[in-house]
């Protein structure tokens, strides 16, 4: 297997003293680091709360530009488990095949698209429409919708240079507003309709809980998909071998999809307040301040992962975090996973060898870490 270098700035302070330190907006965060810890760390919930105030555990903190309660990444149990309970059904809707024919058929346009450009910005004329395009199957809403999503830019929260946008924000709860209402007076067949009807502990939903459920469906999976998306074409660019691999052998799609979410690691980490006095490797973390667990550092965590740092689509065993860990795992997963193996497919079978042109990383600042998590822009042109 090739060597990559796409780096894991964590691996020091991972072996040596398992956790690091940020300081975000005056709320400082420990990050842990270890597969071991950050695994124990998201199973236990009476500790390491989700619940916060509202925005308090996404690292930047969203505290200042938000104050709508997340749903059901923000809750704890035993509530969150009937909002699990509700959702999970549609959220695995993309495990059906009438699903995958759609999702098949948007992605396979859009690469037939961009292979007749001379060359175009993977981020915002690929990664962002196929996450845009792909939504309205998981909402169930008109394709025409895309649109709207597309202009939004690559994140609900953030702009480039800007870490966070509270105009921007209220643009998608405007949207979400509008949307409800409609819904409410005229009831269709998408996630919006189903959620006015539901219920949780007999009571129907109000409206802020079926928003705070929306805007979690929105910014959850926009920039970490546009990030695991790009990053696999990049990746594909640098190792056209991979590529022909995927060709040659289709059942190998599943566990390669699995093997560049653990490298990729689109979602850097998740915050969690911590709820009495504890300690985590042998460090105290006090009573209401933030931890985080890195899930990306977890994933080259080499006392788990033979060979962290390479790219092996035929690793045999794969624990990895990149979806999270325990009760708060992604719910949009089977949507996610969906994705990339479609698109590994499409890939594998219409594009010989993807050229960079040109690229802008995207850097996260995480205090005494810095950290590649995708791109700005990545100028390619797709070969047939
Ligand atoms: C939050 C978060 C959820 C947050 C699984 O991650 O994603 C971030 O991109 C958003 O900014 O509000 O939804």
């Known amino acids: 297997m090739e060597k990559c270098k796409f780096s894991d700035p964590f691996k020091k302070a991972r072996e040596e003293k398992g956790y690091g330190e940020m300081n975000d907006q005056d709320d400082p965060v420990t990050i842990l680091l270890r597969h071991k810890d950050v695994r124990k760390s998201a199973h236990n919930w009476q500790t390491f709360q989700s619940g916060a105030v509202p925005g308090r555990i996404v690292v930047p903190s969203e505290v200042k530009i938000r104050d709508i309660r997340q749903i059901p990444f923000e809750v704890d149990p035993p509530l969150h488990k009937d909002f699990r309970n509700l959702l999970e059904g549609w959220f695995k809707r993309p495990n059906d095949e009438a699903y995958q024919e759609v999702l098949h058929k948007q992605i396979s346009d859009l690469v037939d698209e961009v292979l007749e450009k001379e060359s175009l910005d993977v981020v915002t004329e690929f990664a962002l429409k196929l996450q845009s395009r792909a939504l309205t199957i998981l909402l169930n809403t008109p394709y025409s919708e895309s649109e709207t999503f597309i202009s939004w830019g690559t994140h609900v929260f953030r702009s480039e240079g800007e870490s966070l946008d509270a105009s921007k924000a209220n643009v998608l709860y405007d949207y979400l507003d509008a949307k409800i209402n409609e819904a409410s007076k005229n009831p269709g067949k998408d996630l919006y309709s189903m959620l006015l009807e539901a219920e949780v502990l007999g009571k129907k939903l109000t409206h802020e809980e079926i928003k705070g459920i929306m805007i979690l469906t929105f910014a959850g999976g926009r920039d970490t998909v546009i990030n695991a998306v790009t990053n696999t074409i990049a990746y594909f660019a640098e190792h056209p071998k991979s590529l022909e691999d995927i060709k040659n ?65 035929d690793r045999k065993i794969n624990p990895h975090v990149g979806f999270g860990f325990s009760h708060h795992n992604c719910l949009g997963a089977t949507h996610a996973r969906q994705i990339l193996r479609t698109l590994l497919s499409i890939l594998s079978h219409k594009v010989t060898t993807f050229e960079i042109i040109d690229s802008k990383e995207n850097i996260e600042d995480l205090g005494e870490f810095k950290r590649k998590v995708g791109f700005h822009s990545l100028n390619v042109k797709f070969n047939k």
């Open 249 to 313: 052998n289709p059942d190998k799609i599943n566990k390669a999809v699995e093997e560049l979410i653990r490298y990729f690691s689109p979602l850097t980490h998740m915050g969690r307040v911590v709820t009495q006095d504890t300690e985590v490797c042998e460090h105290a973390i006090k009573a209401d301040s933030r931890a985080s667990l890195c899930w990306a550092s977890a994933n080259r965590d080499a006392s788990v992962f033979e060979n962290p740092d390479e790219v092996d689509f």
